[in-house]
């Protein structure tokens, strides 16, 4: 599967961005879909991921109760919304699909930068 992250950019602080990760192929309900962050100097962190269905979803610490992961199966496509942005949102987000695990995973897309200003 290849996986193409949109949607990134300049937010404020308190706002909102919505990025969407479209995937290739037939078989994108096959997958568990999750989305990961790096900034700068940082490791890699688990930002969200949902099940094959959607019925599940999962979540880091540190996005809790503001961003939502979901799926569209008919459209091939997963969004991480993010609402009430922070400043250490800041990083290169990546959406990444394995059929088998939720928390690590075989295929990722080429990253999309979010920048939060305060």
């Known amino acids: 599967v290849q996986l193409q992250a949109s949607g990134g950019g300049l937010e404020q602080a308190g706002g909102s961005l919505r990025l969407s990760c479209a995937a290739s192929?037939?078989?994108?309900?096959?997958?568990?879909m999750g989305w990961f962050r790096q900034a700068p100097g940082k490791a890699r962190e688990f930002v969200a991921a949902i099940t094959k269905s959607g019925g599940s979803a999962y979540y880091g610490e540190s996005v809790e109760g503001r961003f939502t992961i979901s799926r569209d199966n008919a459209k091939n496509t997963v969004y991480l919304q993010m609402n009430n942005l922070k400043p250490e949102d800041t990083a290169v987000y990546y959406c990444?699909?394995?059929?088998?695990?939720?928390?690590?995973?075989?295929?990722w897309g080429q990253g999309t930068q979010v920048t939060v200003s305060s």
């Open positions: 192929g037939r078989t994108f309900s096959s997958y568990h």
């Open positions: 990444a699909a394995d059929p088998r695990r939720l928390h690590d995973y075989d295929y």
